[in-house]
């Protein structure tokens, strides 16, 4: 059992960054890691994954705004976010997905002026 909690989030400005971090209770070497948002009244959706190996995929609408990386030996992921609309208003959840799948509880990031 892998135990995953997010923090970083807020409010902001559009055009405002933030960064998203995610701490595990254990190692996540051998897991594929990634975020997700859900906004109110849509499901929740892909924002960005990194494989153990380093490969990542992002979602169309953060490419080139979003960074996600990871750092194995502090059991942690980042989602480094630039550049941020309102649309990308949503509870961010990560995600860490080997034979089972593990999510945390989930941040809040809310883009207004």
């Known amino acids: 059992q892998v135990r995953l909690v997010e923090s970083g989030g807020g409010l902001v400005q559009p055009g405002g960054s933030l960064r998203l971090s995610c701490a595990a209770s254990?190692?996540?070497?051998?897991?594929?890691v990634g975020w997700y948002r859900q906004a109110p009244g849509k499901q929740r959706e892909l924002v960005a994954t990194?494989?153990?190996?380093?490969?990542?995929v992002y979602a169309d609408s953060v490419k080139g705004r979003f960074t996600i990386s990871r750092d194995n030996a502090k059991n942690s992921m980042y989602l480094q976010m630039n550049s941020l609309k309102p649309e990308d208003t949503a509870v961010y959840y990560c995600?860490?997905?080997?034979?089972?799948?593990?999510w945390g509880q989930g941040t809040q990031v809310t883009v207004s002026s």
């Open positions: 995600n860490a997905n080997a034979y089972v799948s593990y």
């Open positions: 254990g190692p996540l070497t051998f897991y594929a």
């Open positions: 990194i494989t153990s190996g380093g490969s990542t």
